[in-house]
């Protein structure tokens, strides 16, 4: 507990005097843990029954000539930490326009019964118009911005995004609304500010180990094409000649 509360003053510490840089820090170390535990479990995970739960059969039409490697991938934990680092800005700037435009009410003093019943009834409501507003405007560009920063990366070229998008995008955003809205509401409703960014980046540490796997395994089937329509353009070449 006592180390708890030294981290807790730390991190406050650190958040006043560049809060910034703080959230930027701590998303990218919670990045790269997400990206370790993803990579940890498909190491190990030798009968794919993880695997299989996981990654929808769109994207595992060519699995069995997928290269899967034996070692880990520490270019993929530092792309996935790089990423994690650079978007906290904007998640922290989002979570304080939420806090702008629609404010939690303030209690000063004792109050009734009755005037607590209220307050309680328009937080709830805040905490409700945060949430639907977090999820349907943050949430799907959110992954918009994943899905091109990491097709990017990986690839260099727009083909890469167009085949994120084609194979990963709508079962993320499908997975995404079915876990994230109670999780916001209970982010928005009870934590300060300052938490918001790291208490989803420390709850989604399973999240963004699935959009990981996710993300490697249309990697891997964006290879697997690659290599088909070249020997189908090849062949193609022979025929007509």
């Not at 922290?92 to 005037?115: E, H």
């Amino acid at each position: 507990m006592n180390g708890l509360r030294s981290f807790k003053a730390f991190y406050n510490k650190s958040y006043n005097k560049r809060p910034i840089l703080t959230l930027c820090v701590a998303n990218g170390f919670l990045g790269a843990i997400s990206d370790s535990m993803a990579q940890g479990i498909a190491l190990y995970d030798k009968s794919k029954k993880i695997d299989n739960a996981i990654v929808p059969d769109s994207i595992k039409k060519h699995e069995s000539m997928w290269t899967i490697s034996n070692t880990w991938d520490f270019k993929r934990t530092l792309r996935f930490a790089a990423y994690n680092f650079c978007v906290a800005p904007l998640g922290g700037k989002w979570y304080m326009f939420l806090d702008k435009y629609f404010p939690m009410p303030v209690v000063t003093g004792a109050v009734t019964k009755a005037v607590q019943s209220q307050i309680t009834k328009q937080a709830n409501g805040m905490a409700i118009k945060r949430m639907v507003t977090d999820q349907a405007l943050f949430a799907p560009a959110g992954l918009v911005l994943f899905f091109t920063v990491m097709g990017l990366a990986e690839g260099g070229k727009w083909e890469n995004v167009k085949e994120k998008f084609r194979d990963a995008y709508m079962p993320a955003l499908i997975a995404n609304y079915k876990v994230w809205p109670l999780v916001q509401f209970v982010n928005f409703k009870f934590m300060p500010l300052q938490y918001r960014l790291p208490f989803v980046s420390s709850l989604g540490i399973v999240w963004n180990a699935y959009l990981s796997w996710l993300n490697n395994a249309s990697k891997q089937e964006e290879a697997v094409l690659e290599v088909l329509e070249k020997e189908d353009t090849g062949l193609e070449v022979v025929q007509s000649s």
